[in-house]
């Protein structure tokens, strides 16, 4: 018999199988909704002319293939603390930013899950919100951490169930790590307001929670990569030490280059030095050292000011374009078609992602009478849409509400 005769076969992944059942759909009308990745107005992949501008300044400087230290470019990640930390943060002016470059914002995850299974000095809890990005669970749980949930979504509201999330975090023992989704929450597309941000702060503190960011939209949510930022540095404002993933899969587009930073704040430079050691004894055993190009083309676009600025426009394009068409959306089933229900949520969640109230059912429906794919828990992904399909996604939707 086969050494392997006794492995039984697994789900697909929910999210990427979207993408198989939308392959294997020959209709010209199919929409694929499914997959986070931004879509330009005519439903193309996007690659920002900023990135292009960087890569042929890269490929200019005639870069050799050689190794990368385990933690990565040191410039690149001194660059990606600066945009997620802003110049002002106080770990940052004294050195005290224990930073590596990841693969992507999964790897950041893991190595920081791998960090907290090896070295958090308490239980090893981690409250998940419910929902959250579906990868999460997997991530915290491979890696060996107790996963918990705490409330998130309100269903009757469509909204932010504030109450709940409170009510859990202060119900959690001391010490629990908490993620947070810094912007743009996945898969919901709610954020709490700076306010509730604040609140939420002071639950961490009170309760002696350990708050882990996952920001893997910064600049993608509001068009503005420091108004992403707001609640990782007032975290920090407030004194909290943290842990931090960050992406540039969203806001460079980079998806495929798999570039992203791990970082952690310790008390002082003599601590970052001690985590420094322990963060590379844990990367390399897993991967040895990261891939080079797309951290030289992040870096060179965060080190050139004319580069900078033109990627920070670049950004803005892709989030008012995804605002945009939140707002025909709206407009087309609340006051076009009179669709049955209330959907002022479409117009005020935020990022790639929209929770539309969808049920499993209905999303069932979409998929085989109108060949629109999203996930069961009916997010659309909001880059999906264009002006040559959203009237005809408008028009399924209302068809398959009633
Ligand atoms: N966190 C969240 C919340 C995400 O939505 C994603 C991407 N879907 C990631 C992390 C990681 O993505 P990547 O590994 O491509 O950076």
Redo the contacts with the bound molecule.
């Keep these: 018999a086969s050494t392997w005769a006794a492995v039984v076969a697994g789900p697909p992944d929910p999210i990427l199988g979207v993408s198989e059942a939308f392959k294997a759909d020959k209709d010209p009308r199919k929409i694929n909704l499914g997959v ?1 990745a931004y879509r330009d107005g005519n439903g193309k992949p996007y690659v920002l002319p900023s990135v292009k501008k960087a890569e042929e300044i890269v490929d200019g400087s005639k870069p050799d293939k050689e190794y990368l230290p385990i933690t990565g470019l040191a410039e690149f990640t001194k660059n990606a603390a600066l945009l997620a930390y802003g110049s002002e943060s106080e770990p940052l002016k004294q050195g005290a930013v224990s930073i590596t470059q990841s ?7 893991r190595i920081g899950a791998a960090f907290l299974a090896r070295h958090y000095p308490h239980a090893k809890v981690v409250y998940l919100p419910v929902p ?2 579906g ?2 669970i997997p991530i915290f749980q491979d890696s060996g951490l107790e996963v918990r949930g705490y409330r998130y979504f309100k269903k009757e509201t469509v909204g932010l169930d504030f109450e709940g999330l409170k009510a859990d975090l202060q119900a959690a023992p001391e010490h629990a790590i908490v993620l947070l ?1 810094a912007c743009a ?2 898969p919901t597309g709610i954020d709490p307001t700076e306010a509730q941000w604040a609140e939420i702060s002071d639950i961490v503190k009170e309760k002696k929670l350990f708050p882990f960011f ?1 920001m ?2 910064q600049g993608f949510a509001s068009g503005n990569t420091v108004k992403d930022a707001f609640a990782v540095r007032h975290f920090i404002s407030q004194g909290h030490q943290i842990a931090l ?1 960050q ?4 806001n460079m587009g980079l ?1 495929g280059e ?1 570039v ?1 930073a791990f970082s952690l704040t310790a008390a002082d430079p003599e601590e970052k030095a001690r985590v420094d050691s322990q963060l590379k004894i844990i990367i390399r055993p897993m991967y040895s050292n990261p891939p080079l190009h797309g951290a030289r083309i992040a870096n060179t676009i965060l080190s050139t000011p004319e580069l900078y600025t033109q990627w920070e426009s670049e950004v803005k394009g892709m989030a008012d374009r995804i605002i945009s068409m939140r707002e025909k959306l709206y407009n087309s089933l609340q006051n076009d078609l009179k669709t049955p229900g209330e959907w002022g949520h479409i117009k005020s969640q935020i990022g ?1 992602f929209s929770f539309t109230g969808l049920t499993a059912p209905q999303t069932k429906v979409l998929a085989e009478k109108a060949h629109i794919y999203m996930t069961s828990n009916g997010r659309i992904s909001m880059a999906g849409l264009n002006a040559s399909n959203i009237d005809y996604f408008a028009e399924s939707v209302d068809a398959a509400v009633r």
Excluded: E
Excluded at 103 to 109: C, D, E, Q, V, Y
Excluded at 247 to 250: I, T
């Design positions: 986070g693969i992507s914002g999964t790897g950041a995850l959250t990005w990868n999460h989704h929450h996945n996952d893997a939209y993933s992406s540039f899969a969203k998806y798999r992203g790639m």
